[in-house]
């Protein structure tokens, strides 16, 4: 049979792909929204719908960021409504395992498993910096090199947690006047560098047994994480090769684990724009990217690479003649621009002479380009040849309006890839793990493994 | 003015034998369809709210740990998820999860609240809790061992001394909740094109907090929710706790035995807002009962559960058992000695649920002491509490 495509939604975040300055955009807060987007990908038949956390409001030379959208709900409570308005669609909580506790996620994750019949994700990211810390009782207490070593310690908790209530341990039976069978609930305890608890957790093993598990980390580290423990990787590699590379290197790190290939599902984040013509959706793909870069953002953008304010500086100008301040940050809160920006500057300042650019010009030349820009029959056969190529499993869309985003997605590619027999018709089983083809977990998993 | 009526939900019901009992469904606790059966129920009886109980441990009929018991319901899903997860499927009802303050983070369960705001248009409480049991300790690994809780709260000095922490400690929580939920003001989002600006950040304030147990910087990560400040509702058997509820809370449950405990439970409650220098509003006081319900022999009904748990039933409330008509002759009686509602505990769910919306509530109605239909949308309104302006506005 041929590969399989397997789709997701992320709902529009608090960066500037999210365009809120488009008459057509809606509330990032109203649960309606939220409603809009989740059923929109139930009736796409996507695999899940993926919220992403951030701790802290970013920041921006020390005052709260304001240009991109700011503020979003605690996702697991979004999802926990949403469970309610869907029937089949995975439901994705992002959750830090910085500033959490396993007890706690662990029985957050099978509530929410348990209150959507079996479709709960968790997508395992980590934090380090004292900047988030301060919204929490410990501050910014982890190294950055041991952010992995507490999130590998966390999953393998939470793991350890869930696993301690066998699937059948609610006998619910009144003539024999058991609720719980004997031996159904076995004390945990668990001593590692991170973590030293014990005693008995207190919601019953979900109907997936565990939780769908998603990681995003990129480096060596975090793919040997999501190689290890996880079921999906939200990765950023979103281009043919790159993906392929990106695809062979993970997919060869799971043997040592006792995985096989299929067990681990690799899903780029990816942005799309449609058109009746090639040409149109070009067209739109520009005017998208321009509402992206506001005048301000361009100057923004250009700040955290200078290291400086620019704010006094001519978005339709050209480029600061000023030199970039090597050793300073200004902005907070998100991934941290790293690189070299000296050379990056000097780039920037040929292809802008060389094109004639203005900062703000400069700033949608550079930002990175929608991945499937055109008519619905090209962005088709593109998803599946990116797929069918071994670059990816499937994507995790991120649409740049709130909540109409996916709604020409759904209503145009998805038909298209159902036609060619690469992506289901409908849903074939209940929960996530069905989904997306993953076996469900059985309680002794980890001992096998280890 | 009419009565306010809660309920608390639990489990199989209120009674250890409840999942035993007719009627009961103790293969479905943890399903969504049973809590949102019992949620529409609710509603249709036009009550207040309801309240879902949590705990950061397993149940135990013992103070102190574990009791090994396979009789009795154990396991409880997530109250803040369980209440998120009923309300798209109700509309009116007021919904009052339990989070706790001891091993959680404020920060967590600000949003938490404010998302359940969000999600349920204006319906949303909180029940800050503490959690002073030993065995719940060594699940987080965080805190030094607890001493044992001991059952009065005030004969034991090192227990006492401890219970006094947990409470003050509380209390800097919901300061901190509360400063996170005004952290946002109501119009900090503007979409200004012509600025480039999604916010106006001069509206977003940091809430700079720092006490004995923790820091919290704000602001919180989530637009300030429909009712601004959740309704925040915790419950209170001694002195300490009422002053607690004085500094921290907008509603009280009390465990008054009769009319009279009632009286000066009223008394200690209004002399522990004046010790605290509370100004308005004043607490609403709803006094909490455990209820069997049944058109005859009640009594009889809970006799039996009994039987099966092998005990007779405890509470920290008082238990009632009788006819829907005999209580509403009660909750009339007490509300006298200046209580403003009633947190109704059902022994048996969905029985003495129902008995609640069928029985109880026409009859309260008949005697004119209950609405006939929803007010207002939002759950401050329906306990006649305006929305407050975020501390941090400035007066215009």
Do not use: C
């Amino acid at each position: 049979m041929t590969k399989q495509i397997h789709l997701a939604a992320h709902f529009p975040g608090v960066n500037n792909t999210t365009v809120w300055s488009d008459p057509a955009s809606g509330s990032q807060i109203d649960f309606d929204s939220f409603r809009h987007l989740a059923t929109t990908a139930e009736r796409g038949k996507f695999d899940f719908f993926f919220l992403a956390e951030g701790l802290r409001l970013r920041e921006a030379k020390g005052r709260i960021h304001d240009l991109d959208v700011v503020g979003r709900p605690e996702s697991l409570t979004v999802l926990s409504a949403l469970a309610a308005v869907t029937t089949h669609l995975g439901l994705a909580a992002t959750v830090n395992s910085t500033f959490n506790e396993p007890y706690e996620v662990a029985r957050r994750l099978a509530t929410l498993d348990h209150l959507s019949g079996g479709r709960a994700a968790w997508n395992v990211v980590t934090s380090f910096d004292a900047f988030t810390g301060e919204n929490f009782r410990r501050g910014g207490f982890l190294a950055e090199a041991d952010r992995y070593t507490r999130a590998r310690e966390f999953l393998e908790t939470a793991r350890e947690l869930w696993d301690s209530w066998a699937p059948d341990a609610v006998a619910a039976d009144p003539d024999q006047g058991l609720f719980l069978r004997p031996g159904g609930v076995s004390p945990f305890r668990h001593r590692d560098r991170h973590f030293d608890i014990s005693g008995l957790f207190n919601v019953p093993r979900g109907p997936q047994g565990h939780p769908v598990i998603i990681q995003a980390g990129d480096s060596d580290e975090g793919r040997e994480f999501a190689a290890s423990s996880a079921d999906v990787i939200f990765s950023r590699h979103s281009k043919l090769e790159d993906g392929r590379a990106f695809y062979r290197d993970v997919k060869r790190r799971l043997a040592a684990y006792g995985r096989r290939p299929e067990d681990l599902k690799i899903l780029p984040a990816v942005t799309y724009v449609l058109g009746d013509t090639e040409a149109e959706a070009a067209e739109r793909a520009a005017e998208i990217r321009r509402a992206q870069v506001s005048p301000q953002t361009a100057i923004y953008f250009l700040e955290a690479v200078w290291g400086r304010d620019l704010s006094g500086y001519d978005p339709d100008g050209p480029l600061p003649d000023v030199e970039p301040n090597l050793d300073e940050g200004v902005s907070k809160g998100h991934a941290a621009f790293r690189g070299d920006r000296g050379e990056l500057v000097a780039k920037w300042r040929a292809l802008a002479e060389e094109k004639n650019l203005s900062i703000r010009e400069l700033a949608i030349e550079v930002s990175t380009p929608q991945t499937f820009i055109g008519t619905p029959r090209a962005v088709a056969d593109e998803i599946d040849h990116f797929v069918q190529t071994d670059a990816a499993d499937g994507f995790i869309f991120v649409p740049h309006l709130t909540p109409g985003g996916l709604d020409d997605l759904v209503d145009k590619v998805v038909p298209l890839l159902q036609e060619k027999g690469v992506f289901r018709a409908d849903y074939t089983g209940p929960t996530l793990r069905d989904h997306l083809g993953l076996a469900p977990r059985t309680p002794n998993r980890i001992e096998e493994n280890s | 003015m009419t009565l306010h009526l809660a309920v608390a939900l639990d489990g199989a019901g209120w009674h250890p034998a409840a999942w035993r009992a007719e009627g009961a469904q103790p293969d479905r606790l943890f399903t969504p369809g049973y809590w949102a059966g019992l949620v529409a129920e609710a509603e249709r009886g036009l009550l207040d709210f309801v309240t879902f109980e949590d705990a950061p441990g397993l149940q135990s009929s013992l103070l102190n740990e574990q009791d090994g018991r396979l009789d009795q319901v154990r396991g409880q899903l997530d109250a803040v998820l369980l209440a998120s997860r009923v309300a798209p499927l109700t509309s009116r009802i007021g919904l009052v999860p339990t989070a706790g303050t001891t091993h959680t983070e404020p920060f967590h369960v600000a949003i938490g609240i404010a998302s359940l705001d969000h999600v349920s248009r204006g319906r949303a409480g909180w029940r800050p809790q503490i959690s002073g049991r030993p065995d719940h300790v060594a699940h987080f690994g965080r805190r030094p061992p607890f001493p044992p809780q001991d059952y009065w709260g005030d004969r034991d000095p090192v227990f006492r001394e401890h219970l006094r922490d947990l409470f003050a400690e509380a209390a800097d929580a919901v300061e901190v909740v509360r400063r996170l939920w005004d952290s946002w003001e109501d119009d900090a989002e503007i979409r200004d094109v012509a600025t480039g600006r999604f916010i106006d950040r001069d509206k977003l304030h940091y809430i700079d907090f720092h006490g004995e147990w923790f820091s919290v910087k704000g602001p919180s990560i989530t637009p300030r929710s429909p009712q601004g400040q959740p309704l925040v509702a915790s419950l209170a058997h001694a002195a300490l706790p009422y002053e607690f509820a004085a500094r921290a809370s907008d509603v009280v449950f009390v465990t008054p035995r009769d009319r009279e405990d009632a009286t000066a439970i009223v008394e200690s409650v209004r002399a522990a807002e004046v010790a605290v220098g509370r100004t308005e509003p004043s607490l609403r006081i709803f006094a909490d009962l455990v209820v069997f319900l049944d058109a005859r022999d009640a009594a009889g009904r809970k006799a039996r559960l009994d039987d099966l748990d092998g005990a007779e039933l405890g509470s920290d409330a008082h238990i009632f058992t009788g006819t829907p008509e005999e209580l509403a002759g009660l909750l009339l009686d007490w509300r006298e000695a200046g209580l403003e509602g009633f947190r109704l505990r059902p022994g048996v769910l969905p029985h003495d649920l129902s008995a609640i919306t069928r029985g109880l509530v026409p009859a309260l109605q008949d005697a004119g002491v209950f609405r006939t239909a929803y007010d207002t949308a939002d759950l401050r309104g329906r306990l006649g509490l305006a929305r407050p302006a975020s501390r941090y506005a400035k007066a215009s």
